[in-house]
């Protein structure tokens, strides 16, 4: 099995930071990308950023430039530190990792169970 354990979400004030966590466990031999996606009420879920194995990255155009997103490749572990937030940030951040669990196969895509994101005006 493959788990994707998130922490870091919660509530913070306009203009504040949060730093998310995401770290891959159970049988995995490669992964190809980690990423973070959001949904907020009423609306689809959507990419906020992505990075590959060889560390090149892509971030949606409404967190460019505030968020950054990283990985210890050692601890198959994400990051997303979101700076500089906005109440339109207020969503369910859902980590996601591409991956092989094992040689052979094509990379799977495997969810996170999502945390919160608040963002007070």
């Known amino acids: 099995q493959v788990h994707l354990a998130e922490s870091g979400g919660g509530l913070v004030q306009t203009g504040g930071s949060l730093r998310l966590s995401c770290a891959a466990s159970g049988s995995i031999f490669s992964i190809n990308a980690m990423g973070w996606y959001r949904q907020a009420p009423g609306k689809q879920r959507e990419l906020v950023a992505v990075?590959?194995?060889?560390?090149?990255?892509n971030y949606a155009d409404s967190v460019k430039g505030r968020f950054t997103i990283s990985r210890d490749n050692a601890k198959n572990t994400v990051y997303l530190q979101m700076n500089s937030l906005k109440p339109e940030d207020t969503a369910v951040y859902y980590c996601n990792a591409d991956l092989k669990w094992r040689p052979g196969i094509k990379e799977n895509q495997y969810w996170g169970q999502g945390t919160q994101v608040t963002v007070s005006s």
């Open positions: 990075i590959t194995s060889g560390g090149s990255t």
